[in-house]
């Protein structure tokens, strides 16, 4: 079956490390993208990929890095530069097949210890 | 980017009632999607909405579209424990690369 796939499920940081959550889909979706999500704040668009090779920063992209070296795959890198990293993130993928409708991984839980 | 007004922010029901949210905004959008999120988990597109005065039902959930393509609604009938959760509506501009807009969510709780 298709679909989009977040690891680790749980994931712990100790200040100053960075940390790398994986993204993969099989559904062909050439769109990825990455939400940050808050308690009251809905999602926040961390950074979004339409292509292979590029990408583009989104509303609370500081702190954060990405990669797009292949269309199934979009790592989020948590840097240490971001101050409040604890949070759950969500990995998204669409496509104009579908309409642009996201599919939505199962996310992963950051906590700073 | 700019959030859509979604509320209520929050709903305490008794089983068995009815349930009503919305999302509107000051720009027009070309598609709406309403998704649920249980806790822990990635959100689930629900019911999505391509023209305006659509109206559109999946079970016990009806949404619709509105006519000036700046507001949706989506309603739940009789709504039963397995319901809770968090209700997001997203909304698509144009040519939809740049990704959906969301709502901040509206959280269902119900008693029974």
């Known amino acids: 079956d298709g679909g989009i796939t977040q690891s680790p499920k749980y994931l712990f940081r100790k200040e100053g490390q960075n940390v790398t959550l994986s993204c993969e889909q099989n559904l062909n979706h050439d769109a990825m993208y990455w939400y940050r999500q808050d308690p009251g704040q809905g999602l926040r668009l961390i950074y979004y990929?339409?292509?292979?090779?590029?990408?583009q920063k989104g509303d609370i992209a500081e702190g954060y890095s990405v990669s797009r070296e292949k269309k199934e795959s979009f790592p989020l890198t948590v840097t240490s530069a971001q101050k409040n990293p604890t949070a759950f993130y969500l990995c998204a993928s669409s496509s104009v097949a579908a309409n642009y409708g996201y599919t939505f991984g199962s996310g992963t839980r950051l906590t700073v210890v | 980017g700019q959030q859509l007004n979604q509320s209520p922010q929050s709903m305490f029901i008794q089983e068995g009632e009815d349930v009503s949210m919305n999302c509107t905004s000051s720009s027009i959008f070309n598609t709406w999607l309403w998704y649920k999120q249980e806790p822990g988990e990635g959100p689930v597109l629900l019911i999505a909405l391509y023209k305006a005065g659509e109206l559109t039902s999946n079970g016990r959930l009806t949404a619709q579209f509105g006519i000036t393509r700046k507001d949706s609604f989506l309603n739940i009938s009789a709504s039963i424990p397995s319901d809770v959760g968090i209700y997001f509506c997203a909304g698509l501009r144009g040519g939809g690369a740049d990704g959906l807009t969301f709502g901040k969510g509206t959280h269902l709780i119900i008693q029974p």
């Open positions: 990929s339409q292509i292979v090779n590029d990408f």
